[in-house]
Protein backbone atom coordinates (compact mmCIF):
# COMPACT_ATOMS: atom_id res chain seq x y z
CA UNK A 1 0.00 0.00 0.00
CA UNK A 2 1.31 3.03 -1.06
CA UNK A 3 2.27 5.94 1.65
CA UNK A 4 -0.02 8.94 1.18
CA UNK A 5 1.86 12.68 0.91
CA UNK A 6 1.29 15.34 3.68
CA UNK A 7 1.55 18.72 2.81
CA UNK A 8 1.63 22.57 4.45
CA UNK A 9 -0.82 25.02 3.42
CA UNK A 10 -0.39 28.53 4.83
CA UNK A 11 -4.27 29.79 5.35
CA UNK A 12 -4.62 33.37 6.16
CA UNK A 13 -6.02 35.24 9.42
CA UNK A 14 -9.68 35.63 9.15
CA UNK A 15 -9.87 39.01 8.87
CA UNK A 16 -12.89 39.77 7.49
CA UNK A 17 -14.04 38.43 10.88
CA UNK A 18 -17.08 36.15 12.18
CA UNK A 19 -20.03 34.84 10.05
CA UNK A 20 -23.36 33.61 10.68
CA UNK A 21 -25.08 34.07 6.96
CA UNK A 22 -22.71 31.59 4.92
CA UNK A 23 -22.67 27.91 5.07
CA UNK A 24 -20.01 25.58 6.21
CA UNK A 25 -19.53 24.94 2.99
CA UNK A 26 -19.56 28.19 1.64
CA UNK A 27 -17.54 29.72 4.36
CA UNK A 28 -14.66 32.38 2.66
CA UNK A 29 -11.24 31.07 3.31
CA UNK A 30 -10.89 34.64 5.35
CA UNK A 31 -13.96 34.25 7.53
CA UNK A 32 -14.57 32.60 11.06
CA UNK A 33 -17.65 30.49 11.85
CA UNK A 34 -16.59 31.24 15.41
CA UNK A 35 -14.59 34.75 16.52
CA UNK A 36 -14.64 34.76 20.43
CA UNK A 37 -12.97 37.79 21.95
CA UNK A 38 -10.82 37.68 18.92
CA UNK A 39 -10.86 41.10 17.50
CA UNK A 40 -10.22 41.22 13.72
CA UNK A 41 -7.45 44.01 12.18
CA UNK A 42 -6.69 44.47 8.82
CA UNK A 43 -3.91 42.24 8.46
CA UNK A 44 -4.08 40.08 11.41
CA UNK A 45 -7.28 39.27 14.12
CA UNK A 46 -5.67 39.80 17.89
CA UNK A 47 -6.78 38.74 21.47
CA UNK A 48 -9.82 41.16 22.89
CA UNK A 49 -7.84 42.93 26.07
CA UNK A 50 -8.64 41.86 29.18
CA UNK A 51 -10.15 44.21 32.14
CA UNK A 52 -10.32 45.40 35.87
CA UNK A 53 -12.12 46.86 38.58
CA UNK A 54 -12.27 50.21 38.59
CA UNK A 55 -14.21 51.87 40.77
CA UNK A 56 -15.89 50.21 43.67
CA UNK A 57 -18.30 50.51 46.63
CA UNK A 58 -21.39 51.23 44.27
CA UNK A 59 -24.35 49.33 45.42
CA UNK A 60 -26.23 46.76 42.68
CA UNK A 61 -26.01 47.17 39.27
CA UNK A 62 -24.47 49.90 37.33
CA UNK A 63 -27.21 50.82 35.13
CA UNK A 64 -25.74 54.52 33.66
CA UNK A 65 -22.26 55.63 32.86
CA UNK A 66 -22.69 59.22 32.46
CA UNK A 67 -19.91 61.29 30.47
CA UNK A 68 -18.81 64.68 31.22
CA UNK A 69 -16.86 66.41 28.34
CA UNK A 70 -15.53 69.68 28.96
CA UNK A 71 -14.15 72.37 27.02
CA UNK A 72 -10.86 71.81 27.99
CA UNK A 73 -8.81 69.94 30.37
CA UNK A 74 -9.94 66.33 31.75
CA UNK A 75 -13.66 65.25 31.81
CA UNK A 76 -15.32 63.34 34.59
CA UNK A 77 -17.18 60.42 34.62
CA UNK A 78 -20.82 59.21 36.97
CA UNK A 79 -21.85 56.10 37.08
CA UNK A 80 -25.67 55.66 38.59
CA UNK A 81 -26.09 52.45 40.78
CA UNK A 82 -28.75 50.16 42.27
CA UNK A 83 -29.30 52.50 45.10
CA UNK A 84 -30.89 54.71 42.17
CA UNK A 85 -27.82 57.51 43.30
CA UNK A 86 -24.64 58.92 41.45
CA UNK A 87 -21.27 58.74 42.09
CA UNK A 88 -18.69 60.33 40.77
CA UNK A 89 -15.96 57.54 39.21
CA UNK A 90 -13.66 59.66 37.58
CA UNK A 91 -10.65 58.44 39.77
CA UNK A 92 -9.66 55.20 40.55
CA UNK A 93 -11.23 53.26 44.06
CA UNK A 94 -13.82 53.17 46.28
CA UNK A 95 -16.34 55.99 45.28
CA UNK A 96 -17.14 58.85 48.15
CA UNK A 97 -20.70 59.62 48.68
CA UNK A 98 -22.82 60.17 46.40
CA UNK A 99 -23.12 63.36 44.29
CA UNK A 100 -27.43 62.85 43.58
CA UNK A 101 -29.49 60.86 45.30
CA UNK A 102 -32.79 59.48 46.22
CA UNK A 103 -33.81 58.89 42.34
CA UNK A 104 -36.29 56.51 41.52
CA UNK A 105 -34.67 54.48 38.98
CA UNK A 106 -30.86 54.15 37.64
CA UNK A 107 -31.43 54.89 33.63
CA UNK A 108 -30.44 57.67 32.57
CA UNK A 109 -30.37 59.31 29.03
CA UNK A 110 -28.02 62.45 28.74
CA UNK A 111 -26.43 65.07 26.84
CA UNK A 112 -23.95 67.60 26.83
CA UNK A 113 -23.93 70.78 25.83
CA UNK A 114 -22.04 74.29 26.00
CA UNK A 115 -23.47 77.91 26.71
CA UNK A 116 -22.29 81.49 27.22
CA UNK A 117 -22.21 80.03 30.92
CA UNK A 118 -20.46 76.77 30.79
CA UNK A 119 -20.32 73.22 29.99
CA UNK A 120 -23.20 71.13 31.21
CA UNK A 121 -24.85 67.35 30.95
CA UNK A 122 -28.42 67.40 31.02
CA UNK A 123 -29.88 63.76 32.48
CA UNK A 124 -33.47 62.21 32.52
CA UNK A 125 -34.75 59.08 33.60
CA UNK A 126 -38.59 59.51 32.87
CA UNK A 127 -39.38 59.52 36.88
CA UNK A 128 -37.23 62.47 38.62
CA UNK A 129 -36.88 66.19 37.63
CA UNK A 130 -34.15 66.17 34.86
CA UNK A 131 -30.73 66.71 36.36
CA UNK A 132 -28.29 69.52 35.56
CA UNK A 133 -24.47 68.85 35.86
CA UNK A 134 -22.46 72.37 35.37
CA UNK A 135 -18.25 70.91 35.89
CA UNK A 136 -18.53 71.46 39.76
CA UNK A 137 -22.30 70.41 41.57
CA UNK A 138 -25.41 68.77 40.32
CA UNK A 139 -29.22 70.27 40.82
CA UNK A 140 -32.72 69.71 39.64
CA UNK A 141 -32.80 72.93 37.51
CA UNK A 142 -36.63 73.00 35.84
CA UNK A 143 -37.74 72.72 32.24
CA UNK A 144 -41.10 74.02 32.26
CA UNK A 145 -44.18 74.12 29.44
CA UNK A 146 -47.69 74.69 29.18
CA UNK A 147 -48.55 70.85 29.70
CA UNK A 148 -45.18 69.22 30.10
CA UNK A 149 -44.89 67.10 33.61
CA UNK A 150 -40.99 67.78 33.76
CA UNK A 151 -40.68 64.20 35.33
CA UNK A 152 -41.53 62.25 32.63
CA UNK A 153 -38.83 63.21 30.49
CA UNK A 154 -36.71 60.52 29.58
CA UNK A 155 -34.60 61.07 26.22
CA UNK A 156 -32.58 64.18 25.04
CA UNK A 157 -30.66 65.40 22.01
CA UNK A 158 -28.77 68.55 21.34
CA UNK A 159 -29.65 69.94 17.61
CA UNK A 160 -29.14 72.84 15.87
CA UNK A 161 -28.28 75.04 19.49
CA UNK A 162 -31.22 73.82 20.98
CA UNK A 163 -32.00 70.96 23.38
CA UNK A 164 -34.44 68.79 22.73
CA UNK A 165 -36.37 66.55 24.92
CA UNK A 166 -39.37 64.48 25.32
CA UNK A 167 -41.60 62.48 27.90
CA UNK A 168 -41.81 59.04 27.98
CA UNK A 169 -45.67 57.10 25.44
CA UNK A 170 -45.32 60.64 24.06
CA UNK A 171 -45.34 61.67 20.27
CA UNK A 172 -44.57 65.35 21.96
CA UNK A 173 -40.90 66.29 21.58
CA UNK A 174 -39.89 69.70 23.28
CA UNK A 175 -37.55 72.51 22.64
CA UNK A 176 -35.70 75.31 24.69
CA UNK A 177 -34.46 78.07 22.87
CA UNK A 178 -31.33 78.75 21.08
CA UNK A 179 -28.16 78.07 23.62
CA UNK A 180 -30.47 77.49 26.91
CA UNK A 181 -30.04 73.98 28.90
CA UNK A 182 -32.96 75.21 31.03
CA UNK A 183 -36.03 77.24 31.29
CA UNK A 184 -39.51 77.10 29.07
CA UNK A 185 -39.66 74.90 26.59
CA UNK A 186 -42.21 74.86 23.24
CA UNK A 187 -43.80 71.78 22.21
CA UNK A 188 -43.46 70.17 18.92
CA UNK A 189 -46.08 67.60 18.28
CA UNK A 190 -45.47 65.14 16.16
CA UNK A 191 -48.56 62.77 16.37
CA UNK A 192 -50.12 63.95 13.01
CA UNK A 193 -46.99 62.73 11.60
CA UNK A 194 -46.33 59.65 12.80
CA UNK A 195 -49.45 57.79 11.17
CA UNK A 196 -48.20 54.36 13.04
CA UNK A 197 -48.75 55.33 16.57
CA UNK A 198 -46.60 54.67 19.55
CA UNK A 199 -44.20 57.08 20.90
CA UNK A 200 -40.95 58.67 20.57
CA UNK A 201 -38.01 56.43 21.49
CA UNK A 202 -34.81 59.27 20.83
CA UNK A 203 -33.85 61.52 18.77
CA UNK A 204 -30.09 61.90 17.29
CA UNK A 205 -29.14 64.36 14.52
CA UNK A 206 -27.76 63.18 10.92
CA UNK A 207 -25.43 65.38 9.63
CA UNK A 208 -25.72 64.45 6.13
CA UNK A 209 -23.02 66.84 4.64
CA UNK A 210 -20.24 65.51 7.21
CA UNK A 211 -19.71 68.53 8.87
CA UNK A 212 -21.77 70.26 11.15
CA UNK A 213 -24.07 73.24 9.98
CA UNK A 214 -27.24 73.63 7.58
CA UNK A 215 -27.36 70.20 6.53
CA UNK A 216 -27.82 68.49 10.01
CA UNK A 217 -31.16 67.07 10.16
CA UNK A 218 -33.15 66.19 13.23
CA UNK A 219 -34.36 62.67 12.94
CA UNK A 220 -36.86 61.56 16.05
CA UNK A 221 -37.06 57.84 16.09
CA UNK A 222 -40.62 56.17 17.28
CA UNK A 223 -41.25 52.41 19.46
CA UNK A 224 -42.89 51.47 15.89
CA UNK A 225 -40.38 52.15 13.49
CA UNK A 226 -40.87 55.55 11.97
CA UNK A 227 -38.10 57.80 11.21
CA UNK A 228 -39.61 61.46 11.07
CA UNK A 229 -36.44 63.94 9.26
CA UNK A 230 -36.91 67.67 9.42
CA UNK A 231 -34.34 70.35 8.21
CA UNK A 232 -34.04 73.58 9.68
CA UNK A 233 -33.00 75.99 12.41
CA UNK A 234 -36.01 77.45 13.93
CA UNK A 235 -39.05 74.91 14.65
CA UNK A 236 -41.33 77.78 15.39
CA UNK A 237 -41.24 79.24 11.73
CA UNK A 238 -41.83 77.18 8.96
CA UNK A 239 -39.43 79.59 6.75
CA UNK A 240 -36.80 78.05 8.34
CA UNK A 241 -38.07 74.26 9.38
CA UNK A 242 -39.73 71.46 7.09
CA UNK A 243 -40.34 67.52 6.94
CA UNK A 244 -37.78 65.98 4.61
CA UNK A 245 -39.73 62.96 4.79
CA UNK A 246 -41.36 59.66 6.77
CA UNK A 247 -39.61 56.36 6.71
CA UNK A 248 -40.78 52.62 8.10
CA UNK A 249 -37.88 50.91 9.39
CA UNK A 250 -37.69 48.16 11.84
CA UNK A 251 -38.48 49.09 15.27
CA UNK A 252 -35.96 50.18 17.78
CA UNK A 253 -34.34 47.83 20.54
CA UNK A 254 -33.94 49.66 23.56
CA UNK A 255 -33.56 53.25 24.75
CA UNK A 256 -30.80 53.41 23.68
CA UNK A 257 -30.86 52.80 19.95
CA UNK A 258 -28.75 54.99 18.51
CA UNK A 259 -25.08 55.91 18.25
CA UNK A 260 -23.21 59.06 16.18
CA UNK A 261 -20.55 57.39 13.93
CA UNK A 262 -18.79 59.69 12.12
CA UNK A 263 -21.68 61.64 10.00
CA UNK A 264 -24.23 59.32 10.08
CA UNK A 265 -26.47 57.69 12.59
CA UNK A 266 -25.92 54.21 13.47
CA UNK A 267 -29.51 52.62 14.83
CA UNK A 268 -30.37 49.45 17.05
CA UNK A 269 -33.36 48.05 15.16
CA UNK A 270 -35.15 44.66 14.98
CA UNK A 271 -33.69 44.01 11.49
CA UNK A 272 -30.28 44.92 12.56
CA UNK A 273 -27.70 47.46 13.38
CA UNK A 274 -28.20 50.06 10.11
CA UNK A 275 -26.85 53.28 9.34
CA UNK A 276 -29.46 55.72 8.99
CA UNK A 277 -27.78 57.13 5.68
CA UNK A 278 -28.57 53.85 3.75
CA UNK A 279 -31.85 52.67 5.25
CA UNK A 280 -33.79 55.87 3.95
CA UNK A 281 -33.13 54.88 0.42
CA UNK A 282 -34.25 52.21 0.08
CA UNK A 283 -37.45 49.72 0.99
CA UNK A 284 -37.44 48.05 4.32
CA UNK A 285 -37.13 44.16 2.68
CA UNK A 286 -33.72 45.46 1.48
CA UNK A 287 -32.18 46.93 4.95
CA UNK A 288 -29.59 43.74 4.92
CA UNK A 289 -28.37 45.21 1.75
CA UNK A 290 -27.00 48.28 3.97
CA UNK A 291 -27.39 46.54 7.57
CA UNK A 292 -23.50 46.54 8.96
CA UNK A 293 -24.27 43.54 10.60
CA UNK A 294 -25.44 41.59 7.99
CA UNK A 295 -22.35 38.97 8.43
CA UNK A 296 -23.90 38.11 11.33
CA UNK A 297 -27.81 38.69 10.46
CA UNK A 298 -28.59 35.37 11.90
CA UNK A 299 -26.72 35.58 15.24
CA UNK A 300 -28.60 39.13 15.64
CA UNK A 301 -31.16 38.22 14.62
CA UNK A 302 -31.58 35.49 17.01
CA UNK A 303 -30.60 37.62 19.83
CA UNK A 304 -33.48 40.38 18.91
CA UNK A 305 -36.33 37.84 19.09
CA UNK A 306 -34.68 36.29 22.00
CA UNK A 307 -33.32 39.50 24.49
CA UNK A 308 -35.37 42.30 22.99
CA UNK A 309 -37.03 43.14 26.02
CA UNK A 310 -33.90 42.65 28.81
CA UNK A 311 -32.72 46.39 29.78
CA UNK A 312 -28.59 47.14 28.78
CA UNK A 313 -28.87 47.47 24.66
CA UNK A 314 -26.63 50.07 23.55
CA UNK A 315 -24.09 51.24 21.00
CA UNK A 316 -20.83 52.99 21.23
CA UNK A 317 -17.92 54.01 19.40
CA UNK A 318 -14.25 52.98 20.83
CA UNK A 319 -12.32 55.45 19.00
CA UNK A 320 -9.25 54.61 20.45
CA UNK A 321 -9.34 50.33 19.73
CA UNK A 322 -11.64 51.48 15.95
CA UNK A 323 -14.43 49.77 17.40
CA UNK A 324 -18.34 50.14 17.12
CA UNK A 325 -19.37 47.59 19.97
CA UNK A 326 -23.17 46.74 20.39
CA UNK A 327 -24.06 45.71 23.81
CA UNK A 328 -26.31 42.41 23.86
CA UNK A 329 -27.92 41.61 27.22
CA UNK A 330 -28.12 38.07 27.63
CA UNK A 331 -29.27 38.05 31.36
CA UNK A 332 -29.22 40.53 34.08
CA UNK A 333 -25.68 38.21 34.84
CA UNK A 334 -24.18 37.98 31.21
CA UNK A 335 -23.64 40.11 28.35
CA UNK A 336 -21.88 39.86 24.94
CA UNK A 337 -20.75 42.62 22.53
CA UNK A 338 -20.99 42.29 18.94
CA UNK A 339 -17.92 44.72 17.76
CA UNK A 340 -16.78 45.48 14.64
CA UNK A 341 -13.59 47.02 13.24
CA UNK A 342 -14.46 50.83 11.48
CA UNK A 343 -12.09 50.78 9.21
CA UNK A 344 -13.01 47.42 8.00
CA UNK A 345 -16.53 46.84 8.77
CA UNK A 346 -15.08 43.23 10.01
CA UNK A 347 -17.82 41.48 13.13
CA UNK A 348 -16.57 39.81 16.24
CA UNK A 349 -18.12 38.41 19.80
CA UNK A 350 -16.40 39.15 23.02
CA UNK A 351 -17.57 37.58 25.49
CA UNK A 352 -16.76 37.66 29.55
CA UNK A 353 -17.79 41.61 29.51
CA UNK A 354 -20.68 41.11 31.68
CA UNK A 355 -22.24 44.66 31.35
CA UNK A 356 -25.22 46.95 31.35
CA UNK A 357 -23.65 50.16 29.85
CA UNK A 358 -20.83 51.55 28.59
CA UNK A 359 -18.96 55.02 28.76
CA UNK A 360 -16.05 56.77 27.90
CA UNK A 361 -13.37 58.88 30.21
CA UNK A 362 -10.77 60.71 28.28
CA UNK A 363 -10.62 58.40 25.24
CA UNK A 364 -10.52 55.17 27.76
CA UNK A 365 -13.42 52.91 27.47
CA UNK A 366 -15.38 51.72 31.29
CA UNK A 367 -18.24 49.48 31.99
CA UNK A 368 -20.63 48.93 34.01
CA UNK A 369 -22.70 46.01 35.55
Not at 270 to 293: H, W
Request: charged share 15%; proline share 4%; aromatic share 10%.
Amino acid sequence: MALQQSSSQALPPPVKGWDTRESLADMPIDHAVIMDNWFPGTDKVTMRRGNSAYATGLTGNVDTLIEYVPLTGAGALFAADGSNSIYDVSSAGAVGSAVSSGHANSKWQFVNMGTSGGQFVRCFNGADTPLLYNGSSWATTAITGSGLTAANLIWGNLHQRRLWTGESNSLDAWYLSTNNVSGAATKFPLGGIATLGGFIMAMGTWTRDSGSGMDDVACFYTSEGEVLVYQGTDPSASATWALLGVFRIGKPIGRRCMVKGGSDLILVTQDGFVPLSGILTMDRSQTRLVALSDQISKAVNDAVRLYKANFGWQPILYPRAAMLIFNVPISIQESHQYVFNTITGAPARFKGVNALCFGLLNDNMYWGG
